[in-house]
């Protein structure tokens, strides 16, 4: 994946429609197949304790049975955000399927099985999204302008209904990585870029830098700070901050990772022990004592049945 270049490109007009259903019970069963490929993100949807992947062919969730995967409603989700509620996407329906592409922006409460398209449907894919854990503030990054949305960053307290295009005054980044919403202050938002990590308290009308600190592939945000990771030449770092005392503990990786940029964090709401981390080479591993001891779960995209 590797890091992103910002093309700043989307006020609106929403549909909102019901979604189709699955031709079979929608459920999460046994693998067919065990290798992923183009994962869109990560995290522990619907306040439980089992962790989602989005990729380019559907969702997969990890939890004490291990691995399984989505047996239909196999779209390839961008952008992907959960929630306590469930999650947050955008992207394209699989192939044969009677959604639009793209899909504009949906958001599902049951796991996939439904998708309930919120803004855009059928006009815009969003590849940055991000959305507030319980606050439900949805931020996205437009690339693709049209008369309904303008280009760069735009929130929406309403799920879509309404749109407020961000200044971003102090943004001075040539690249981005992610943005990242605080999981309950609608109005806190992190970049990640090239150049750092900034931070916006209004709804991402003014920035200014949290953390020089170069290359930072994607950051992570939690109710009291959250996680980081970057990368120079030759080594991966990962690290944990605080955001009301602004310190920073090292976190050490495995060492089969340590030159494998890190392209998602997942941190679980219900357990702050437990973090997830997917790399660039598709390696996934897990953690349930804030990365003290790693669990390796994928190696090159093919999913393993460690617990």
């Known amino acids: 994946m590797g890091i992103l270049k910002i093309i700043f490109g989307i006020p609106l007009a929403l549909v909102i429609l019901t979604a189709c259903s699955s031709k079979n019970e929608y459920s999460f069963v046994k693998m067919e197949n065990s290798q992923i490929d183009h994962v869109h993100g990560v995290g522990y949807t619907n306040g439980g304790d089992e962790f989602v992947v989005a990729t380019h062919y559907g969702l997969y ?16 989700y961008m952008g992907f955000s959960a929630v306590r509620e469930g ?18 922006l949906i958001k599902s409460t049951d796991r996939g099985a ?7 449907y059928g006009e ?18 437009n690339e693709t302008p049209n008369k309904k949305l303008k ?3 735009n929130y929406s307290l309403d799920e879509g209904k309404t749109w407020i295009e961000a200044t971003m005054s102090g943004l001075n980044i040539t690249n981005i990585s992610n943005i990242a919403a605080h999981p ?9 870029s090239k150049e750092g990590i900034y931070i916006s308290k209004d709804f991402g009308q003014n920035f ?18 959250g996680y980081y990771t970057y990368f120079d030449v030759s080594k991966v770092y990962l690290k944990s901050f605080s955001l009301e005392k602004g310190l920073e503990k090292n976190i050490e990786l495995p060492e089969e990772i340590m030159t494998d940029p890190i392209i998602f964090i997942a941190s679980n709401p219900s357990n702050e022990n437990e973090i997830v981390i997917i790399t660039d080479k598709l390696n996934i591993y897990k953690s349930k004592d804030k990365g003290l001891n790693w669990g390796e779960l ?8 460690n617990k």
């Open 61 to 76: 969730q990890y939890g004490k049975d291990g691995w399984k995967e989505a047996n239909s409603e196999k779209h390839d």
């Open 114 to 120: 439904t998708l309930d398209q919120l803004a855009f």
């Open 298 to 305: 994928a190696f090159n995209g093919k999913l393993t049945s």
């Open 124 to 141: 815009i894919d969003f590849h940055y999204l991000t959305a507030g854990y319980d606050s439900n503030v949805v931020y996205v990054f």
């Open 151 to 153: 280009g760069g960053l």
């Open 184 to 192: 309950s202050k609608e109005e806190l938002l992190l970049v990640g």
């Open 87 to 104: 999650f947050y996407a955008s992207g394209h329906p699989e192939q044969g399927s009677k959604l639009e592409n793209p899909l504009g």
């Open 208 to 225: 200014s830098i949290l953390n020089s600190t170069q290359m930072v592939t994607y950051i992570a945000l939690t109710e009291t700070g």
